[in-house]
């Protein structure tokens, strides 16, 4: 049949649409207190435009949404350790997990922002 | 014959597939008003005040990080003229003929409107947060509509220039007897 390529074509393209990626979060460690760290991933969202719904700088959260269609957010986990903190970042799309590399820019900024180069 | 529509569906599969390679930032990036040097006076109780007296409900703070968050709900009108700011795909075909079932899908764009009425109630939700500092005091916030339904039509980053004088103004009205 001549239509059968047309309607394999037509899965995939379907079958690409819904296909759900798993949450990767990016991880860092940096040299500084968790609070420290909330503090300036605070600052640098804020600066980006992004809302900050919830932090708490004893449980090591941060919430922050950015108010551009179809509703962008990201969320931090930061976690004590002897020399510093862990940073784990999820950014979403529309309530999607986006590609952990898209955090890169931010992670990057941060880092700078608590150690910086000599 | 069909040749060019073979071409086409590569080109749609990849447009589902659009995801942002940077994390997307706020366009246009927020006023340099909503950002100030924190004054001897300027403490989190009296941006939750001013944030209070604004109309603002307060949804959650954190006293140790300086942070307020909080949202604001007014009723408007929404002047959408009849038109879907996105076309609708869709459609289920299922048909048989001559002892043969077959079943496909059916790509269609319609653009809605004509029936619908020009303005639609709809509800104006402003998000807010304002860090107080040390140094400085941060604001930042964003608008997001939804019509009569409950389906978000339209949201947008809105730290301007006029919303964050305002609230530097209320929040300097406010006595600072009130602040612990």
């Known amino acids: 049949m001549r239509r059968i390529p047309v309607v394999i074509l037509l899965a995939v393209w379907l079958a690409g649409c819904a296909t759900p990626t798993p949450p990767e979060p990016r991880e860092i460690h940096l040299a500084a207190t968790p609070e420290t760290t909330l503090r300036e991933a605070m600052d640098l969202l804020m600066e980006r435009g992004y809302v900050i719904r919830y932090a708490d700088g004893d449980l090591g959260r941060l919430e922050a949404v950015l108010g551009r269609m179809p509703g962008y957010g990201v969320s931090l986990r930061v976690a004590g350790q002897q020399d510093g903190s862990r940073v784990s970042v999820v950014a979403t799309r529309g309530g999607r997990p986006l590609a952990p590399r898209v955090l890169d820019p931010l992670l990057t900024d941060l880092q700078t922002r608590l150690e910086p180069l000599p | 014959?069909?040749?060019?529509?073979?071409?086409?569906?590569?080109?749609?599969?990849?447009?589902?597939?659009?995801?942002?390679?940077?994390?997307?930032?706020?366009?246009?990036?927020?006023?340099?008003?909503?950002?100030?040097?924190?004054?001897?006076?300027?403490?989190?109780?009296?941006?939750?005040?001013?944030?209070?007296?604004?109309?603002?409900?307060?949804?959650?703070?954190?006293?140790?990080?300086?942070?307020?968050?909080?949202?604001?709900?007014?009723?408007?009108?929404?002047?959408?003229?009849?038109?879907?700011?996105?076309?609708?795909?869709?459609?289920?075909?299922?048909?048989?003929?001559?002892?043969?079932?077959?079943?496909?899908?059916?790509?269609?764009?319609?653009?809605?409107?004509?029936?619908?009425?020009?303005?639609?109630?709809?509800?104006?939700?402003?998000?807010?947060?304002?860090?107080?500092?040390?140094?400085?005091?941060?604001?930042?916030?964003?608008?997001?509509?939804?019509?009569?339904?409950?389906?978000?039509?339209?949201?947008?980053?809105?730290?301007?220039?006029?919303?964050?004088?305002?609230?530097?103004?209320?929040?300097?009205?406010v006595p600072p007897q009130e602040s612990p």
């Open chain 2, 1 to 173: 014959m069909r040749r060019w529509l073979l071409l086409l569906l590569p080109a749609l599969l990849a447009g589902c597939q659009v995801t942002p390679t940077t994390l997307p930032v706020a366009e246009p990036a927020p006023a340099a008003e909503c950002r100030w040097p924190a004054g001897p006076g300027d403490s989190l109780a009296r941006a939750v005040t001013a944030l209070e007296a604004e109309g603002f409900l307060v949804r959650h703070t954190d006293a140790a990080l300086g942070l307020v968050s909080a949202e604001r709900a007014r009723s408007t009108l929404y002047h959408d003229h009849g038109v879907e700011r996105l076309p609708r795909f869709g459609g289920f075909v299922l048909g048989g003929s001559g002892g043969h079932v077959a079943s496909g899908v059916m790509v269609g764009i319609g653009i809605g409107g004509g029936i619908w009425p020009a303005t639609d109630e709809a509800t104006r939700i402003e998000r807010v947060s304002v860090v107080v500092g040390a140094q400085q005091v941060q604001v930042s916030r964003d608008i997001r509509l939804f019509d009569w339904r409950g389906e978000l039509r339209e949201s947008r980053s809105a730290s301007d220039t006029a919303f964050c004088r305002e609230l530097r103004d209320a929040i300097e009205a």
